[in-house]
Structures are given as structure tokens and as C-alpha cells.
């Protein structure tokens, strides 16, 4: 059975920053990408970040380009995503998933599995 496991989550001030983790079990995603999703109350969840493995280029979600930074190790099935420069607009459930092909990463339905979630919550 795969799991997918995040923590890192919390309560900080505008400007802070938080470091989430995934860490994946039961599998392995090395060819295939890892990332993370944003869920906001009344919102669609919506793409933050991803790397496919097989190419090793992150990206991003325009929004967070220049704040956050996605990395990981491969051969651990870990993911983290570093998130500086919060804004109370950052605030959301963040979700880990694995499994999408690389050229889908920033697609919902192309991810396989998911995490339970993680809150954050930025305050102005």
C-alpha cells in the first residue's frame, strides 16, 4: 500500500517561512515526478510545485516562483518544499502527490497518489 506522508505544517507570521516534508512509502517514483498542491477554503486545489524525476528541473507556479523552492531526494521518496516569504494569500491545505508522468506534473488528475494534507496558515 502506498502512503504519502507530510508534515512541516503550522502558523506563521506574513514574511516567515515554513519547510514541509513528503516522505513516500511502498514505492518508488524515480521516474515519475513528486509535488505539492495548495487547497484554500472555497478554492480548487491548484498546482504550487514539482519536479519530475527523470528530467530533475523543478517548477513552479508563478505565484510562488522566487518564494518557494521544491527539492528531494530520489532514492529516499522525500520531497520538501521551502517556502519563504509567506503571504496570507499562501495560506491553504498543502498537499504531497506522486506518481504523475514528467510532462504532466502540474496537472491534478495525472497524480496517482496523495497525501493527507497539511495545514498553513500565514497571518498578516
Known amino acids: 500500500q502506498v502512503q504519502l506522508v507530510e508534515s512541516g505544517g503550522g502558523l506563521v507570521q506574513a514574511g516567515g517561512s515554513l519547510r514541509l516534508s513528503c516522505a513516500a512509502a511502498g514505492r518508488t517514483f524515480s521516474n515519475t515526478g513528486m509535488g505539492w498542491f495548495r487547497q484554500a477554503p472555497g478554492k480548487e486545489r491548484e498546482f504550487v510545485a514539482a519536479?519530475?524525476?527523470?528530467?530533475?528541473?523543478?517548477v513552479y507556479a508563478d505565484s510562488v516562483k522566487g518564494r518557494f523552492t521544491i527539492s528531494g531526494d530520489n532514492a529516499k521518496n522525500t520531497v520538501y518544499l521551502l517556502m519563504n516569504g509567506l503571504k496570507p494569500e499562501d495560506t491553504a491545505v498543502y498537499y504531497c502527490?506522486?506518481?504523475?508522468?514528467?510532462?504532466?506534473?502540474?496537472?491534478?488528475?495525472?497524480?496517482?497518489?496523495w497525501g493527507q494534507g497539511t495545514q498553513v496558515t500565514v497571518s498578516s
Open positions: 519536479i519530475p524525476w527523470s528530467v530533475g528541473i523543478p
Open positions: 502527490a506522486a506518481g504523475a508522468t514528467a510532462w504532466s506534473v502540474r496537472k491534478i488528475d495525472a497524480y496517482e497518489y
